[in-house]
């Protein structure tokens, strides 16, 4: 039988860190009520479009698993905040690591598209379809941000990571998942003046008004973490005593405080990094991964249980099972471009950039970025 061993894995965070004073002096917020409610203390503003993020973190994860771009069957971009619609963005990703080999698909279930990505991935390569896969997780949310809205604006940030896939006859990677939607309370959480209905209408493009009903998301999150799970350890057998370590969605400390309690595993035994990243929804989890794994949290064999959910409202599970390799065969060289801002100046300029909007439409007219180009472009 095949299997899809996950042989390679890299991060690429952005340098700017936006803190909760940061956020307090432009928004009725501090930092006692985001820390008491949330555990966020800090969180990364990206000054570069996420296919730089996920160009760095793809060669990091490819020099990880010590493979050439070419070596790829598939790219996976799992991601809500693509830098364009159409061209999709993992084509824009196999053009720039010159992976001119794999097939090239988006993913975008919210904050659970990497978990759902990596589904897709793991069972193309578990049914033969291709041998190696690159699945990324990414997110630039800060760019559609609601800057104004304290209920939205002080949960999220920006991040990038991904893992490769490779076929195996070895029992290893990913081996249960459960996917599943609470379709029915899709509205309490949405983003309007984002995507083709709104194009060519009255509403002004970039109006990011966000539909966030915290207190309903919360509980959903809870109720299908917490199904989801249990659904997962059944399906593989595995009882929660024998989870090595928790790698979940990050949305809020207390949603993951409350999962881990249903699910009978102590917090000594979850990765959390709320605290210093946020929320950054498709990228939290293979984030908090590649550092279970830099911290020497996750050992050989090591029994992962990864739940998550998001926009729509999307929910997941899934429980792998690590192979012998805990650290990279090679370390890529390259880095992001140096980020001359503050996190707090990059906001302001995004919330400037909104206000000009209103009078413009030249919109973001590229100040304050390093390439506001969609990549490709001449
Ligand atoms: N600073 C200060 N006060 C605030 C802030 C803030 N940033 N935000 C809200 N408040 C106020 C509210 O106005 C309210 O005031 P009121 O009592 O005078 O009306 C009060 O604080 C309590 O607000 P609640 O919304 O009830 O606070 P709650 O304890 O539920 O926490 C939170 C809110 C943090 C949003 C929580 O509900 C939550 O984490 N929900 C889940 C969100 C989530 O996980 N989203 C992820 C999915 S995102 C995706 O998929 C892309």
Same mark, same amino acid.
């Given at each position: 039988m095949t299997y899809a061993a996950v042989t390679g894995w890299g991060k690429c965070? +952005? +340098?700017a860190i936006l803190s909760n004073a940061d956020l307090a002096t432009f928004l009725d917020t501090d930092d006692e009520w985001i820390t008491t409610r949330t555990g966020m203390k800090e969180r990364r503003i990206s000054h570069v479009n996420a296919i730089e993020m996920a160009y760095v973190a793809a060669m990091r994860t490819l020099a990880c698993a010590g493979l050439a771009a070419s070596d790829i069957d598939l790219i996976v971009y #799992? *991601?809500?905040s693509n830098d364009e619609m159409v061209p999709n963005t993992a084509s824009a990703l196999q053009y720039k690591l010159g992976a001119g080999n794999a097939a090239a698909m988006d993913v975008n %279930?919210?904050?659970? *598209?990497?978990l759902y990505s990596w589904s897709t991935a793991n069972a193309m390569i578990r049914s033969g379809v291709v041998r190696r896969a690159l699945v990324v997780g990414v997110e630039l949310i800060s760019r559609y941000m609601d800057w104004d809205n304290r209920g939205v604006a002080v949960l999220f940030g920006d991040g990038a990571a991904a893992i490769v896939l490779e076929a195996t006859e070895e029992r290893t990677g990913l081996l249960a998942e459960t996917l599943g939607c609470y379709a029915d309370a899709r509205g309490i959480l949405r983003i309007g003046g984002y995507g083709a209905a709104y194009a060519n209408s009255n509403v002004t493009f970039g109006d990011m008004s966000w539909i966030f009903d915290g207190p309903q998301i919360f509980k959903k999150a809870v109720q299908g973490m917490t199904d989801a799970s249990?659904?997962?350890l059944d399906k593989v057998g595995v009882s929660s005593s024998d989870i090595d370590l928790v790698v979940p969605h990050q949305a809020n400390a207390r949603i993951i405080e409350a999962v881990a309690k249903y699910a009978g595993i102590p917090m000594a035994k979850v990765h959390l990094t709320v605290q210093k990243y946020g929320n950054m929804s498709a990228a939290t989890v293979p984030v908090a991964l590649v550092e279970a794994l830099e911290e020497g949290r996750l050992g050989p064999r090591g029994k992962l249980l990864m739940p998550a959910f998001g926009a #729509?409202? %999307?929910l997941c599970s899934h429980y792998a099972e690590w192979g012998e390799r805990t650290s990279p065969k090679d $370390?890529?060289? $390259?880095?992001?471009p140096p980020c001359e801002s503050t996190a707090l100046e990059l906001v302001q300029a995004i919330r400037a950039a909104k206000d000009i909007r209103g009078r413009s439409a030249a919109g973001l007219a590229g100040a304050y970025l390093v390439d506001q180009r969609p990549y490709g472009a001449q």
């Open positions: 965070m +952005p +340098p #799992g *991601s809500c %279930t919210a904050c659970t *598209s990497f249990a659904k997962t #729509g409202l %999307t $370390v890529a060289d $390259v880095e992001l």
